[in-house]
């Protein structure tokens, strides 16, 4: 069984400030990451993604995640955020072949001015 | 490409009634995924089915969740009678059928509210 664990509820930050949402999984074989982000009253879109190859993966509007396998993490970052990301955030792990994905409790990013 | 779509996008019941949530996945996608999704939670699937055949059910809570997908294109699911815990919202989600790596495509869900 794998679980997900997104140790942060809600994270604050002013615009312009680097963040970092935090993400670890449990699994005892490998398994494809992803983070998801979830505007008020829409659905869940692919933010980005991890199956394989280089364990950093960037997104088009400039978040970033690092697969580290031995601490078992897949957190998120953002060097500089604007108010439009503020969102929710969800953190993903399907076991490699399972066909399914397992959730995290979510994050809530909130940016202010 | 069209998207997953769901309907109806809103829907308010008084508990022990009954409900139906409807689903069209994107066209061509073998896999159909229901997730439900509280208010403070991460989505949390409850089935998922490849073609018109039920893979994984075992968080449906069977005795009064149903779910079908006949012809393997569209999708229902269905709640009787509803409780007050059942407020969420479901969201439905296709993928080609390789799962991480040919991708998944979620709708906009479906807000249910029992009062």
């Known amino acids: 069984a794998q679980s997900v664990t997104q140790l942060d509820s809600q994270v604050p930050v002013f615009e312009e400030a680097p963040v970092e949402l935090r993400c670890n999984y449990s699994?005892?074989?490998?398994?494809?990451l992803f983070w998801y982000v979830q505007y008020p009253n829409q659905g869940l879109q692919l933010l980005l993604k991890y199956l394989s190859g280089s364990t950093l993966v960037e997104s088009i509007n400039g978040f970033e995640a690092e697969f580290n396998k031995s601490q078992t993490s897949f957190h998120l970052r953002k060097p500089s955020v604007h108010i439009s990301d503020t969102a929710e955030y969800f953190c993903a792990v399907e076991r490699g072949g399972g066909n399914k994905l397992t959730f995290g409790t979510g994050t809530q990013l909130k940016v202010e001015l | 490409e069209a998207g997953v779509a769901q309907s109806p996008r809103y829907k308010i019941i008084e508990k022990r009634q009954s409900v139906a949530f409807w689903c069209n996945p994107i066209?061509?996608?073998?896999?159909l995924y229901w997730y439900q999704q509280i208010l403070g939670q991460g989505p949390k699937l409850l089935i998922q089915f490849q073609n018109n055949g039920v893979v994984d059910d075992s968080q449906l809570p069977k005795d009064r969740f149903s779910a079908e997908r006949l012809k393997g294109v569209d999708s229902t699911l269905k709640i009787q009678p509803a409780k007050l815990e059942d407020s969420a919202v479901y969201l439905c989600?296709?993928?080609?059928?390789?799962?991480?790596?040919?991708?998944?495509?979620f709708g906009s869900g479906t807000r249910l509210t029992v009062v």
């Open positions: 066209s061509g996608h073998a896999t």
């Open positions: 699994s005892s074989v490998s398994v494809y």
């Open positions: 989600a296709s993928s080609p059928g390789g799962g991480a790596l040919s991708g998944y495509t």
